[in-house]
């Protein structure tokens, strides 16, 4: 029996020992998405020692250059280790721009970032599509509600096909730009960017909440995260 039992204590301890590396696996936070006070999209922990925000706009060339030029080593370099978390906020340019950011946030926090990619990653050709727009649709652009406008907006840039490929139907991006909670969120973020901390341009960065002088581009950022302590 002292031989079995002292088997069994070392068939375990064996076990323990194989199974710790498995059990020590760095958490991928890049998967994690959360919701911020101010009303942004973060990815990453949300206990990251360090809290990275960019302030963008969807009709912003430089900002479509940033998403392309970052994704790969911002997610992986950073985002995924956990000590840095990375927050989208909206600097609403035009009506077009809130148009965009309405449709970014269709689907709830675990869609945000998928929409929020495709509007950049494709908008060159939305763009396009939109100042093709004939004169004739574009004066009726402003007439009607709020919804009833951005749906129009929507329509000529052909963001709502973009959705639709995405897997959203018709009601489901209607009421998208129909929500106003969600807009009033936006509108929130775009004033905190303009008015408390003077903004002048997108994209814009901040760490721990503090403007990064002169920082509108992924070239310009890195040098900042390298400097973080992990």
């Known amino acids: 029996m002292k031989f079995?039992?002292?088997?069994?204590?070392?068939?375990?301890?064996?076990?323990?020992?194989?199974?710790?590396?498995?059990?020590?696996?760095?958490t991928d936070w890049s998967q994690r998405v959360t919701n911020s006070a101010m009303g942004g999209h973060v990815m990453g922990n949300p206990l990251?020692?360090?809290?990275l925000a960019e302030y963008m706009s969807y009709t912003c060339n430089h900002c479509a250059a940033f998403?392309?030029?970052?994704?790969?080593?911002?997610?992986a370099n950073y985002i995924k280790k956990g000590h840095v978390s990375f927050e989208i906020r909206n600097f609403i340019l035009n009506p077009i721009d809130l148009t965009a950011?309405?449709?970014?946030?269709?689907g709830g926090r675990t869609k945000f970032f998928g929409n929020h990619r495709a509007l950049l990653l494709q908008q060159s050709s939305w763009l396009k599509t939109f100042q093709s727009t004939?004169?004739?649709?574009?004066?009726?652009?402003?007439?009607?509600?709020?919804?009833?406008?951005?749906?129009?907006?929507a329509a000529a840039a052909g963001l709502d096909s973009l959705m639709k490929d995405r897997g959203f139907s018709a009601s489901q991006i209607n009421a998208c730009l129909s929500n106003k909670t969600e807009q009033d969120k936006i509108l929130a973020m775009t004033?905190?960017?303009?008015?408390?901390?003077?903004?002048?341009g997108t994209p814009s960065f901040t760490i721990a909440g503090k403007p990064l002088a002169k920082?509108?581009?992924w070239t310009a950022l890195r040098p900042n995260l390298v400097a973080l302590p992990q």
Do not use: W
């Open 4 to 26: 079995r039992s002292a088997y069994i204590a070392s068939a375990l301890v064996t076990a323990v020992a194989v199974a710790s590396p498995a059990a020590a696996q760095e």
């Open 134 to 153: 004939s004169p004739e649709v574009m004066k009726t652009l402003n007439n009607g509600t709020v919804p009833e406008r951005l749906k129009k907006i």
């Open 215 to 217: 920082v509108h581009s």
């Open 101 to 106: 950011a309405m449709l970014a946030r269709c």
């Open 191 to 200: 004033t905190h960017a303009t008015k408390t901390l003077k903004l002048t």
């Open 48 to 51: 990251a020692k360090h809290k």
């Open 67 to 75: 998403e392309k030029d970052s994704h790969t080593a911002l997610t």
